[in-house]
T-cell receptor, first 109, second 115 residues
Framework: RKEVEQDPGPFNVPEGATVAFNCTYS??????FFWYRQDCRKEPKLLMS???SGNEDGRFTAQLNRASQYISLLIRDSKLSDSATYLC??????????FGKGTLLTVNP | ETGVTQTPRHLVMGMTNKKSLKCEQH?????MYWYKQSAKKPLELMFV???????ENNSVPSRFSPECPNSSHLFLHLHTLQPEDSALYLC??????????????FGPGTRLLVL
């Protein structure tokens, strides 16, 4: 099993759609979880941290299921500007960040 | 946004050249990182510096040589690279390695092509 595995994508959705990304991780001792976004030919930027209780930031909702070692990101009412690659990131007990390959999202007008 | 800057942004070099990548962070952080991002692969951590000391080397070939003269600057010296080293090299910083504040801020990267 890969350390961090994401939906391969790509996802092509119309504006206004709701889209969900899934991610699984292999190390049960992982401590922190994040979603980063990376625009084409740009650097990754933190989108949001993911907490066990689930957390929401505007149109974005992140969920963590430690028992299943599963993380999700839900984007509601998609905008054209949401088009990017979404990276699932896990921090282990050694503080090392492990990145997934990313899922490409394209929101179409 | 100029929290973490990298130069050059693009670099083309031959296999016998020697070049250096530079990273500077203006965030007052104490940890700095080099990552490699190749096409269709996840980001790979290369080196970690915490308070100017190298704390991690992820089995990186010796043709990549990092240098951290102070907490704000990080270099990656390159020599006798191979074409498969062509990639986007990203620098990142965070307040402290292992300090609980692990949000990393990335620079724009140097896109390297080795011919």
């Amino acid at each position: 099993r890969k350390e961090v595995e994401q939906d391969p994508g790509p996802f092509n959705v119309p504006e206004g759609a709701t889209v969900a990304f899934n991610c699984t991780y292999s190390n049960s001792a992982s401590q922190s979880f994040f979603w980063y976004r990376q625009d084409c030919r740009k650097e990754p930027k933190l989108l949001m941290s993911v907490y066990s209780s689930g957390n929401e930031d505007g149109r974005f909702t992140a969920q963590l299921n430690r028992a299943s070692q599963y993380i999700s990101l839900l984007i509601r009412d998609s905008k054209l500007s949401d088009s990017a690659t979404y990276l699932c990131v896990v921090r282990g007990s050694n503080y090392k960040l492990t990145f997934g390959k990313g899922t490409l999202l394209t929101v179409n007008p | 946004e100029t929290g973490v800057t990298q130069t050059p942004r693009h670099l083309v070099m031959g296999m016998t050249n020697k070049k250096s990548l530079k990273c500077e962070q203006h965030l007052g952080h104490n940890a700095m990182y080099w990552y490699k991002q190749s096409a269709k692969k996840p980001l790979e951590l290369m080196f970690v510096y915490n308070f100017k000391e190298q704390t991690e080397n992820n089995s990186v070939p010796s043709r990549f040589s990092p240098e951290c003269p102070n907490s704000s600057h990080l270099f990656l010296h390159l020599h006798t690279l191979q074409p498969e080293d062509s990639a986007l090299y990203l620098c990142a910083s965070s307040p402290e390695r292992g300090g609980g504040q692990e949000t990393q801020y990335f620079g724009p990267g140097t896109r390297l092509l080795v011919l």
